[in-house]
């Protein structure tokens, strides 16, 4: 089987992934021409939802990029790319409410993105060394396949899968906490709140695809595994 198996699931989830991506960036491109009726800027956005919810303890910053907006629990700061911390737009207010709504989950106490949290050491530590240690049991690196040596990194990986599928209902939360906080206080016209929504439905689906994906490859190592220690 090799790892032919493993560059055919790589290569269809890179594809659909370009493809999620290109229309992610076609949507943000195409609702940052929309005007807010409201004429908020993206950081006033922020700022009033994050005030509205009773946060004032984080901050609201610009950060280089496009499309780098995150919120980062650390040092407690929303950061928003400079065409969402300027912008007037749909695509700005979206992107603002939704990284607030991460702000608000850690205000809340919100478990999954706790779980989140508590385990991105260990998700550092296993992205890095995962792939070494299961070409190393696929005796890609010594010669000689080894299923002890394989196991031990498809735990490692499975660790980068969990962060994967837990980031999952982190971000629709906080899309969801976004787009009702936008209407319930009249942010967004109807027609606004549509477009946001949609903005931030084909954001979701690039962390979904991203699941799959690493869904995917784990199934396969372990048919790997399978397989070698019945060989062994």
Not at 31 to 60: C, F, P, T, W
Not at 106 to 124: D, E, F, G
Not at 140 to 155: A, E, Q, Y
């Amino acid at each position: 089987m090799g790892l032919m198996g493993y560059y055919l699931i790589a290569g269809i989830m890179f594809l659909v992934g370009m493809i999620v991506s290109n229309r992610l960036k076609s949507k943000f491109t195409e609702y940052s021409q929309l005007g807010l009726r409201n004429g908020l800027s993206g950081r006033e956005i922020a700022e009033k939802m994050l005030h509205d919810n009773g946060i004032y303890d984080v901050r609201v910053l610009s950060t280089p990029g496009e499309l780098t907006d995150h919120y980062n629990p650390a040092n407690k700061t929303v950061n928003l790319s400079p065409d969402v911390y300027a912008g007037r737009s749909v695509s700005a207010a979206a992107v603002a409410a939704h990284e607030c709504g991460h702000a608000v989950q850690h205000a809340t106490a919100y478990s999954m993105l706790q779980l989140r949290s508590a385990i991105v050491p260990l998700v550092n530590i296993s992205s890095q060394l995962s792939q070494w240690v299961i070409l190393a049991g696929l005796g890609l690196m010594f010669g000689r396949s080894n299923p002890t040596i394989l196991l031990v990194g498809i735990i490692l990986f499975a660790v980068t899968t969990l962060f994967t599928l837990i980031t999952l209902p982190v971000e629709y939360d906080a899309s969801n906490r976004a787009l009702a906080w936008l209407e319930n206080n009249g942010m967004t016209t109807p027609g606004e709140h549509d477009k946001a929504a949609d903005a931030l439905k084909w954001a979701a689906r690039t962390y979904l695809v991203a699941a799959i994906s690493s869904v995917a490859t784990l199934l396969y190592y372990i048919l790997l595994f399978l397989n070698a220690r019945d060989r062994d």
